[in-house]
């Protein structure tokens, strides 16, 4: 590691010369108290921003082994201290230096939600932020008093501002961490009270607007409040008792009038796989981590996925056990989501009657004696619901407001009025043996096993470096653009970016033709949990910007790219 007076002569040397210069500060420097690494050097003011690790000695901070002596510790305390470092950026205040992204310092800025990040790195002796940074210019001359105040001055003060414990909140340290393990422990104990889902009493569900994820303004929330039938109450690592509604493993639907906050209900328990930051408003939002919102997708591609439970004979004799296509219509691209979701293991399938496909949701009496059975292709999906839970363990939880057929297939039904949940099971059991359906059921043989598909790609090897994160939601793989809007339970830009890299990785590592989908999501994932972010990087040192998704949306990611080879 050169010292601060060798950097500060490089550096020095290089004002007033061509930006490309700057290419002479990459390596690893000691500035003062901490350790400057800077990987990768951006090559125009206009261009990608440098990307540069820091390393502070733990001294500066001194947290305890307690304190980040399990992986959940870990991940609420690297977070914390991201978000530390956001709040001292914004007080440093924006500083232009020039052309371009000149003067420009980049910290991953997390959301509403608790992720596992690359934008810290927790070690017994250091804490290393991983950013990036703008390099000043005039024009495309290098200014190096500029880019020596940015390197030993305003990070330094960042460092300073966001870790001495002369000015720290340890308090509040200790309830985020408190709050995400006991978010973690009510989730694991979901399955051992027999529920999928859990919304606390008194969150706030609402958000503040269609783009934001904020909470609503209070004096204009409703509070949920769960029905007594449904109530239950859960104690926590912490001490802490909480009580709210609890939906079982089975069918649920929630149903209500338009604009009464079915959707709203829906979207919180879809966002419940995450835990929130405190003042969300759905901290105790919980829901079981396999959970999966499906819909419908059209023009979406589909490799070799056995629909032949849903959508069957197929004019022309066409065969759906091995079912692709470029361009699926609403009810084949639900289908093979459906399939696909439970060969990656999801165990709850999220659903919303606006978004799936009518048709293959339901086939009522009158299309069934106009449209003979041996004349349609599609087993509508409320003749498997049932079927999914009894057979694979699969629950259903469904928005739905158009037909009543799916009462006689529910266990619970949730009445939504001005965004208050009531418990309507018994009501809608009397309503179906008042009146009775007079469709028939048109399942003519049970649903097949899951079987797994294996993913090869040798035309993707040689195009490693050509996979990467564009605009969100959009994966670009060498020339092709896979549009990730349907994933809907994705949340950050982070995300996105690492599935680029866990990609990149596992085409080197685990796509053989002969792994599983399934295993090659959930190693690459575990890869990163194991041995961090650092250990699935194509490139020198670790960008700060990687946020973890879940092995589900990862393979849910690699079913849509065209160009993917299956087994």
């Known amino acids: 590691m050169e010292s601060q007076a060798q950097f500060l002569r490089v550096l020095r040397g290089l004002d007033g010369k061509p930006y490309s210069g700057y290419k002479a500060i990459k390596g690893e420097y000691q500035l003062g108290f901490y350790g400057l690494f800077i990987d990768y050097v951006q090559s125009d003011p206009f261009a990608p921003p440098t990307r540069i690790r820091a390393r502070v000695p733990m001294d500066l901070l001194r947290l305890t082994a307690d304190e980040i002596s399990s992986l959940e510790q870990k991940i609420a305390?690297?977070?914390?201290?991201?978000?530390?470092?956001?709040?001292?950026?914004?007080?440093?205040?924006?500083?232009?230096?020039?052309?371009?992204?000149?003067?420009?310092?980049?910290?991953?800025?997390?959301?509403?939600?608790?992720?596992?990040?690359?934008?810290?790195?927790?070690?017994?002796?250091?804490?290393?932020?991983?950013?990036?940074?703008?390099?000043?210019?005039?024009?495309?001359?290098?200014?190096?008093?500029?880019?020596?105040a940015m390197l030993l001055e305003d990070l330094p003060f960042l460092f300073d501002l966001a870790f001495s414990r002369s000015n720290f909140p340890f308090d509040e340290l200790s309830a985020h961490t408190t709050l995400y393990i006991d978010q973690c422990a009510l989730r694991t104990s979901l399955a051992e009270s027999d529920l999928i889902a859990f919304i606390g009493d008194g969150a706030?569900?609402?958000?503040?607007?269609?783009?934001?994820?904020?909470?609503?303004?209070?004096?204009?929330?409703?509070?949920?409040?769960?029905?007594?039938?449904l109530r239950v109450t859960q104690k926590l690592p912490s001490g802490r008792t909480v009580s709210g509604m609890?939906?079982?493993?089975?069918?649920?639907?929630?149903?209500?009038?338009?604009?009464?906050?079915?959707?709203?209900?829906?979207?919180?328990?879809?966002?419940?796989?995450?835990?929130?930051?405190?003042?969300?408003?759905?901290?105790?939002?919980?829901?079981?981590?396999q959970a999966v919102k499906i819909r419908a997708e059209d023009g979406r591609r589909v490799s070799r996925v056995d629909i032949s439970g849903f959508i069957n004979h197929l004019p022309r004799g066409r065969s759906t056990t091995a079912f692709s296509t470029q361009d699926a219509s609403g009810s084949t691209s639900q289908s093979a989501?459906?399939?696909?979701?439970?060969?990656?293991?999801?165990?709850?399938?999220?659903?919303?009657?606006?978004?799936?496909?009518?048709n293959f949701m339901i086939r009522d009496a009158r299309m069934q004696m106009l449209i003979m059975k041996e004349k349609e292709p599609i087993t509508p999906f409320v003749d498997r619901v049932r079927e999914l839970y009894e057979q694979f363990g699969v629950s259903t939880i469904l928005v739905i407001g158009g037909s009543g057929d799916y009462l006689d297939a529910a266990d619970v039904v949730i009445n939504?009025?001005?965004?208050?949940?009531?418990?309507?099971?018994?009501?809608?059991?009397?309503?179906?043996?008042?009146?009775?359906?007079?469709?028939?059921?048109?399942?003519?043989?049970?649903?097949?096993?899951?079987?797994?598909?294996?993913?090869?790609?040798?035309?993707?090897?040689?195009?490693?470096?050509?996979?990467?994160?564009?605009?969100?939601?959009?994966?670009?793989?060498?020339?092709?653009?896979?549009?990730?809007?349907?994933?809907?339970?994705?949340?950050?830009?982070?995300?996105?970016?690492?599935?680029?890299?866990?990609?990149?990785?596992?085409?080197?590592?685990?796509v053989n033709g002969s792994t599983p989908l399934r295993t090659v999501v959930e190693q690459s994932i575990l890869q990163v949990l194991k041995n961090g972010f650092e250990s699935i990087s194509a490139f020198e040192g670790c960008s700060g910007f990687y946020a973890l998704?879940?092995?589900?949306?990862?393979?849910m990611a690699w079913n849509r790219l065209r160009s993917l080879m299956i087994r």
């Open 337 to 358: 989501a459906i399939v696909e979701a439970m060969e990656l293991g999801a165990t709850v399938l999220l659903m919303d009657e606006d978004t799936c496909a009518t």
């Open 549 to 555: 998704p879940r092995a589900l949306e990862l393979g």
């Open 246 to 289: 609890g939906i079982k493993k089975g069918v649920t639907l929630i149903v209500g009038g338009g604009f009464h906050g079915k959707s709203t209900l829906l979207h919180a328990i879809e966002f419940g796989i995450y835990n929130h930051v405190k003042g969300d408003g759905r901290e105790w939002c919980i829901t079981d981590s």
């Open 77 to 148: 305390t690297e977070d914390f201290l991201t978000r530390r470092l956001v709040a001292a950026l914004t007080e440093l205040g924006a500083k232009r230096r020039g052309s371009g992204r000149s003067g420009s310092i980049l910290i991953a800025n997390p959301g509403q939600v608790v992720l596992a990040r690359s934008s810290i790195k927790i070690s017994p002796d250091s804490i290393e932020v991983r950013m990036s940074i703008g390099l000043p210019a005039n024009g495309r001359r290098i200014r190096a008093k500029d880019a020596e």
């Open 204 to 229: 706030v569900l609402a958000r503040r607007n269609g783009v934001s994820d904020l909470p609503m303004d209070e004096a204009m929330a409703v509070h949920f409040q769960s029905p007594v039938s």
């Open 416 to 510: 939504l009025d001005e965004y208050r949940p009531y418990d309507f099971t018994e009501k809608a059991k009397q309503v179906s043996k008042q009146l009775p359906v007079s469709r028939k059921k048109e399942v003519t043989a049970p649903l097949n096993p899951i079987h797994s598909r294996y993913p090869r790609s040798p035309d993707l090897r040689h195009r490693l470096e050509r996979i990467e994160a564009k605009a969100f939601p959009t994966l670009h793989v060498g020339e092709e653009f896979a549009d990730l809007g349907a994933l809907e339970q994705m949340v950050d830009e982070g995300q996105l970016r690492a599935m680029a890299a866990l990609m990149r990785f596992a085409l080197d590592s685990y």
